[in-house]
């Protein structure tokens, strides 16, 4: 089994859609959970951190389901520059190790 | 707000051929990280250091080192350069391990190897 694994995708929408991404990790003692979105050609950025139950920062809504190891994002209202690929990120702790894996990656196109 | 800087954003070798790769972290950060990712993949580890010493190590090749200087900044030796290496190298750093696990990643270094 892959340590991160997550929806294929990709995911084309029309703007102003709900979509839903869907997470799961390996790693039982991972402690920490993070989206991180990357768009083309450029650098990862953290979106959200999700470190209990589950978070929400204004369109963006994150669960964690530790018992299910299950990680969604969930994306309101979609905007035209929602298109990137979402990255479910884990961080595998353990003594010093503190290294993020990550998933393959969603792509979504948000359409007008 | 200050980011991640990295140096330089665009490199080409040939085969053979030593690259260093420079990284210097955002002010206060004094972990950093280095991810490589090549071309439709997702950034794969390869390396971390906490106060200028190796905190884990991940997949990287026996050609490749790295350090962290009493700044901080963190540089990345890769030596004997394949094609295979070809791909985009990022850095990232966070405040110490525990404090949070946050990772603020540079714009990349791209390498391509000919």
């Known amino acids: 089994r892959k340590e991160v694994e997550q929806d294929p995708g990709p995911f084309n929408v029309p703007e102003g859609a709900t979509v839903a991404f869907n997470c799961t990790y390996s790693n039982s003692a991972s402690q920490s959970f993070f989206w991180y979105r990357q768009d083309c050609r450029k650098e990862p950025k953290l979106l959200m951190s999700v470190y209990s139950s589950g978070n929400e920062d204004g369109r963006f809504t994150a669960q964690l389901n530790r018992a299910s190891q299950y990680i969604s994002l969930l994306i309101r209202d979609s905007k035209l520059s929602d298109s990137a690929t979402y990255l479910c990120v884990v961080e595998n702790s353990g003594g010093s190790n503190y290294k993020l894996t990550f998933g393959k990656g969603t792509l979504l196109t948000v359409n007008p | 707000a200050a980011g991640v800087i990295q140096s330089p954003r665009h490199l080409i070798k040939e085969k053979r051929e030593t690259a260093t790769l420079k990284c210097y972290p955002i002010p206060r950060h004094d972990t950093v990280y280095w991810y490589q990712q090549g071309p439709g993949q997702d950034p794969q580890f390869l390396i971390s250091?906490?106060?200028?010493?190796?905190?884990d190590k991940g997949s990287i090749p026996d050609r490749f080192s790295a350090q962290q200087f009493s700044d901080y900044h963190s540089e990345l030796n890769m030596s004997s350069l394949e094609l295979g290496d070809s791909a985009l190298y990022f850095c990232?750093?966070?405040?110490?391990?525990?404090?949070?696990?946050?990772?603020?990643f540079g714009p990349g270094t791209r390498l391509t190897v000919t």
């Open positions: 990232a750093s966070s405040l110490a391990p525990g404090y949070t696990y946050e990772q603020y």
């Open positions: 250091f906490y106060e200028k010493m190796q905190s």
